[in-house]
């Protein structure tokens, strides 16, 4: 679709409250959507729940949201405690047995945030300690974080901007360079930072579309169990659609990486000024770029199938 810009929308809930088919705010999001809108196309207004499991929020209720394409997953409980490695695994592993047994049927989460964004490892070795948390989640096919978070206020002052350096979601890595399979996909935008909106939402994405090609991913946790939480989600996605930026669930996001990962160009050759190549993708909607200078001449035309197809040239900063 050629975007160069998506919310990844998410909230907190302490608890199970306002989860049902009279939920406040899923139904938002259904009211948000369009008509006839399409999930898979990222069409459709769609947001993560990670909540704590209670007794208000029944397993038909919570296949009915998923099946509407909602994300739905338990709030990790480390008690805001530090932990080694074995602890940790042993929260995630029990509070998505325990998850799963209330809700049969709802798929087990692939992504997280923790309660208070815990990130503290009991170990000696340092190096180890900066990404223990994602390795554990990976091991448990947990494969997107949002546990980067743009806090608190007293230090950002609401001022928006990227703090790792980049809106793009990229899988941890070891000190020594090791890949972890697992996404960080950083909480830019919360309702507990300070922040005001639409402020925020609005100056991340005219960043991101407008002339400093500053692209992004931006996740919100905007919480089910605050005020705040369903006035901000609500500002926030109308900074979207005003846009023309798709809000979407992080397992959707993570789908899409994934997607992204498996895909590539093959059986590529250069011969007579003709660059014939193949691809191999399973993303949806996904497009490929093409430089349209070459030390041969400029690029005239791309046919699929011997059908000449559209081109469109556009500057892309950072290639």
């Not at 695994?89 to 029990?94: G, K, R, S, W």
């Not at 991913?217 to 901000?232: E, K, P, R, V």
């Not at 993570?254 to 007579?272: A, K, Q, V």
Request: hydrophobic fraction near 35%; charge should be negative; aromatic fraction near 12%.
């Amino acid at each position: 679709k050629s975007l160069k810009a998506a919310i990844v929308m998410t909230g907190d809930n302490h608890g199970d409250f306002g989860m049902g088919l009279d939920s406040p705010r899923l139904n938002s999001y259904l009211d948000q959507s369009d008509s006839n809108c399409s999930v898979p196309d990222w069409e459709c207004i769609r947001a993560t729940a990670y909540f704590y499991l209670g007794n208000n929020f029944a397993n038909a209720e919570a296949q009915y949201w998923h099946n509407l394409g909602f994300e739905l997953g338990v709030h990790f409980n480390t008690g805001c405690a530090n932990y080694d490695r074995n602890s940790y695994n042993n929260i995630v592993e029990t509070d998505r047995d325990a998850f799963s047994n209330q809700y049969p049927g709802v798929p087990r989460q692939t992504t997280n945030r923790n309660h208070c964004i815990a990130w503290g490892q009991v170990t000696s070795n340092l190096t180890e300690a900066w990404t223990m948390t994602a390795e554990v989640e990976a091991a448990n096919n947990v494969r997107l974080d949002t546990n980067y978070y743009y806090w608190p206020g007293e230090w950002f002052q609401n001022r928006p901007g990227m703090f790792t350096g980049s809106g793009i979601p990229m899988r941890f890595a070891k000190v020594d360079g090791t890949i972890v399979d697992c996404y960080q996909c950083t909480t830019q935008m919360s309702d507990e930072s300070g922040l005001t909106y639409p402020f925020v939402s609005d100056a991340l994405l005219d960043k991101a579309l407008g002339r400093e090609g500053y692209y992004g991913i931006f996740t919100t946790n905007h919480h089910f169990d605050s005020a705040n939480g369903g006035i901000f989600s609500n500002l926030t996605v109308a900074s979207a659609k005003i846009r023309g930026v798709p809000v979407v669930t992080a397992k959707q996001m993570l789908d899409w990486l994934d997607g992204r990962s498996e895909s590539s160009f093959t059986n590529i050759t250069w011969m007579d000024s003709v660059l014939s190549f193949s691809v191999k993708t399973r993303a949806r909607n996904i497009k490929g770029m093409l430089p349209v200078q070459s030390q041969v001449g400029q690029l005239t035309n791309i046919t699929r199938d011997g059908q000449t197809i559209p081109v469109k040239i556009e500057l892309i900063k950072g290639i």
